[in-house]
Nanobody
Framework: QVQVVESGGGVVKAGGSLRLSCAYS????????MAWFREAPGKEREFVAT????????YYADFVKDRFTISRDNTKNMLFLQMNNLKPEDTATYYC???????????????WGQGTRVTVSS
């Protein structure tokens, strides 16, 4: 059974940076494209970024391009999200998950983790 555990969130001022981490277990990590999603208060969960199994290809939502960088370490079954130049509108709970194939949709067979909360103050 796949399990994901996110960490690294916190409170930061606008313009600051955070690095989120995701520990993946229960399956072969490098078999999967991985993604970050986020859910802001009162809003639906939305796609943030995805990375293919070997890190060779990444894709970002327009609202995080040139600010966020997704990466992975297949030797440690870890996924990362480096977030720079944070804005108050980035305030949300961030989740990692393996995707449905190479899509930007979450695998419906994987349970969401608890997420990690990011708060950006103005």
């Amino acid at each position: 059974q796949v399990q994901v555990v996110e960490s690294g969130g916190g409170v930061v001022k606008a313009g600051g940076s955070l690095r989120l981490s995701c520990a993946y277990s229960g399956d072969i990590f490098n078999d999967h494209t991985m993604a970050w999603f986020r859910e802001a208060p009162g809003k639906e969960r939305e796609f943030v970024a995805t990375i293919t199994w070997n890190g060779g290809s990444t894709y970002y939502a327009d609202f995080v391009k040139d600010r966020f960088t997704i990466s992975r370490d297949n030797t440690k079954n870890m996924l990362f999200l480096q977030m720079n130049n944070l804005k108050p509108e980035d305030t949300a709970t961030y989740y990692c998950i393996n995707t449905w194939g190479d899509s930007t949709y979450p695998d419906p067979n994987t349970a969401w983790g608890q997420g990690t909360r990011v708060t950006v103050s103005s």
